[in-house]
């Protein structure tokens, strides 16, 4: 059973996050914590605590050119990017590429994914909640490093998409 000042905590954090609902069943006991706000524009909702991936671009265009990878043009690499999906992170936590620190990564650069592949897992009150890649395709790049602190929303992996 949890005690009282872990749900405390539990609740601080939900309060901090846009997660509206969270229930834990532990040793036949359940807790469930419901965070009523008034109705927001669902825009208001899915705004993300980053820059917008519009500046991305800009950014990279600052720093010196780099060589094109083998064979791959600018315009190609634009239409590419029009297909990749982002997978991001559920909530607040902590980002693990693998299932322990000795084990080997879920999923790398270059893999095949499909819509239940677990791709990761992000850590939050000691819960380990496996991150799927919800889409069919290629891990084209990771964007959050192993033992990262990573926000809601955040963008975790690049997919290109089948």
Same mark, same amino acid.
């Given at each position: 059973m949890l005690k009282l000042s872990e749900i405390k905590e539990l609740i601080k954090l939900i309060d901090q996050t846009s997660v509206n609902?969270?229930?834990i069943e532990n040793e036949g006991s359940r807790v469930c914590i419901r965070k009523?706000?008034?109705?927001l524009p669902a825009h208001a909702v899915t705004v993300?605590?980053?820059a917008p991936v519009?500046? #991305?671009?800009?950014?990279?265009? !600052?720093?010196?050119?780099?060589?094109? #990878?083998a064979g791959q043009s600018a315009a190609a690499?634009?239409?590419?990017?029009?297909?990749?999906?982002?997978?991001?992170?559920?909530?607040?936590? !902590?980002f693990y590429r693998s299932s322990s620190p000795g084990a080997a990564s879920f999923v790398a650069a270059g893999d095949k994914v499909n819509e239940k592949t677990?791709?990761?897992?992000v850590e939050a009150m000691k819960l380990m909640n496996e991150?799927?890649?919800e889409v069919r395709g290629e891990i084209v790049e990771i964007l959050a490093d192993?033992? #990262?602190?990573?926000?809601?929303?955040?963008?975790?992996?690049?997919v290109k998409t089948e």
């Open positions: 609902e969270l229930e009523h706000r008034p109705e993300p605590a980053y519009s500046v #991305q671009p800009h950014i990279h265009n !600052t720093l010196p050119a780099a060589e094109p #990878q690499s634009a239409a590419s990017s029009a297909n990749l999906h982002k997978i991001v992170s559920p909530m607040v936590g !902590t677990v791709v990761c897992i991150i799927e890649a192993n033992g #990262q602190l990573v926000e809601y929303g955040q963008p975790l992996f690049l």
